[in-house]
């Protein structure tokens, strides 16, 4: 079973291994409305936490997708980048944006759990 | 009229007379030309927008200026000085759109203009009507009286179904014709309306007392007619090819290069005597240096406002006004001004997005086919 993760940025991270799994939450596609057009990295790239990784864009505005951990791009979501409005049904399951080797597991476990995300999107509204 | 004094209550935020509805109804609310007015409302601009193709929607644009003038037979001679339109001529209930024009043919703004009883109704862009009743007023004199009227809501209903679910609580205003409008009455009131709109679709735009506008989008809504925010309104507007004032339009842009000459009258072209003209006629002889052009991405990247477009040989060769993805062309569409020898249709070009070079081809307006009645 693989662990869940969550970023300031609204990013999820699942880690299984050595290998995460990174996505927007359900959250940020409320926020975003209906997504355009999605904008996924190659294979080999590298990552810096914090780092520009991927875009999005919905019918009002484009915007960055960061990645909450420093790593390797392994795979980036061809499907998505076909059919960006899958990202506005399934943000947190099959339309995942990226998967990366991370370098640090430290920087995994510095993330917030589902119920720190909860409350910081509680408090912090946009 | 005291548009001096109006001036000092536009600083604040204003709202229009249905903002309580909005809210009840899950509106979403963003700054817009110092109105709050709704972006969107549960739906999101997509449905909101395939439902307005397909059904009907009803868009609240309170916020944009009516303002009628009234005054004797100068009234029109002296309106042809700022606008290029062919007033005098110009039958009663009848609208064109034109603009308002500075001394060097640039677009001080865009707008409708409907000759009524007494003189001539304007509607004006709600971020420009301040700025336009001055400019406006220059050439007014004490036989005319002018009002902003703000007692008044502006509802347009827009999409296929609008003329049959309006004309069961208005009869007869199936009869209007595109561009035409006149007096109905409704729930013991007189009320304006006209066939027009700035979706490309069919559709009417109703001027109706803030009292009453409540009880109208109440009949709407029982009509499944849906609300619609401006955020669709701005996807259904470009798909339509029309211009949104202060992206595609600004006062540094004359008609010619706007690729809206076809909006000057003939015989004005010919005559001239408005604002700019010595510039517009030597502009309609030689042709401008760049023009405003419909623009497609090969794929899926949006090119926004600001994109810098680019020839297959890398030269800058102009830039996008406004982009964004067309529901219902289901592609990214733009729309930009390039240099004019880069303007025919099927050009092919490049969009730098993200300091990446995508191709783009120039395209026929509109993007989506009107269904307007003629």
Redesign the interface.
Known sequence: MSEKKFSKKHEWVSLDGEVATVGITKHATEML??I??V?VPDAGKAVEKEGQAA?V????A?SDVYSPISGEITEGNKAI?DD?GSVNTDPEGSSWFFKLKIKDKGEFDSLMSKEEYDKFCKENPS | MGFEKKKRVIMEVQKTALYNYHKYLGAKFVPFAGYEMP??YKD????EHISTRTHAGFFDVSHMGQFFIEGDETLAEALEKIIPADLKNLKVNHSKYSFLLNNEGGIIDDLIITRTEKGFCIILNAACKENDIKQISKFLTNNHKYLLNNDLSLIALQGPKSVEILDKLIPGVANLKFMTGNNFNYDDEKLYVTRSGYTGEDGFEISISNKKVEKLIDYLISNEVKPIGL?ARD?LRLEAGLCLYGHDLNEKINPVEANLKWAIAKKRKEVGGFNGWEKIKNLLAKGSEKIRVGIKPDG???A?ENTKIFSPDNNEIGFVTSG??G?SVNA?VAMGYVKSEFSKIGTSIQLEV?GKKYGGKISELPFYKKSYVK
Do not use: L, N, Y
């Open positions: 409305g209906d355009v057009f904008e875009v864009e919905s019918t009002k484009a980048a960006p | 972006i969107q999101g601009i997509v449905k955020g996807t899926k990247v949006i926004r964004t993805f529901p990214p993200r």
